[in-house]
C-alpha cells in the first residue's frame, strides 16, 4: 500500500502546474537549440556548394592562366599578345582595307505625325 502511495505522490508532483511549466520551458529551450544547429547545418550546407563552384571557377581560371602563359612563352604568342594589346607592327607592313559593297539606303522617313500613322499602318496591314 505504501508503494501505491509514493506513486500517487510522485505522480502528484509530476502533474503539478509548477512542474509542468518547468517542463515546458526546458521543451522550449530544447527546440530553440536544435533549430539553431539546424539553421547553422544549412548555412554550412550551403556555404559547401558555393565554395565548391568556387573551387571549380578557380580551377578553370588557372587552367587558362597556364595555357595564356605557355602560349606567351613562345615567339609567336608573344608577337600576337603585343599586336593585339598594343596594335603595332613590324617594319615594312601595312594596313589592307577592304571595302564592301555601298548598301542602299531606305527611303527618306518623314518626321511627324503623318509617318507615326504611317508605321502604324504597315504594321497593321503588315507591310513593313
Do not use: C
Amino acid at each position: 500500500m505504501r508503494i501505491f502511495q509514493q506513486k500517487r505522490k510522485f505522480r502528484r508532483t509530476l502533474y503539478s502546474p509548477l512542474a509542468l511549466i518547468f517542463l515546458f520551458i526546458i521543451a522550449l529551450l530544447s527546440i530553440h537549440s536544435a533549430w539553431t544547429v539546424y539553421q547553422k547545418q544549412v548555412a554550412s550546407t550551403g556555404g559547401l556548394w558555393e565554395a565548391q563552384i568556387e573551387w571549380e571557377r578557380l580551377t578553370q581560371r588557372q587552367a587558362e592562366l597556364e595555357h595564356d602563359i605557355s602560349r606567351i612563352n613562345s615567339d609567336r604568342g608573344l608577337e600576337e599578345e603585343i599586336r593585339e594589346k598594343f596594335s603595332v607592327g613590324k617594319e615594312g607592313e601595312r594596313v589592307a582595307l577592304i571595302v564592301g559593297a555601298a548598301v542602299p539606303q531606305e527611303e527618306n522617313r518623314s518626321s511627324g505625325i503623318g509617318a507615326l500613322w504611317q508605321s502604324v499602318w504597315r504594321y497593321i496591314t503588315g507591310r513593313r
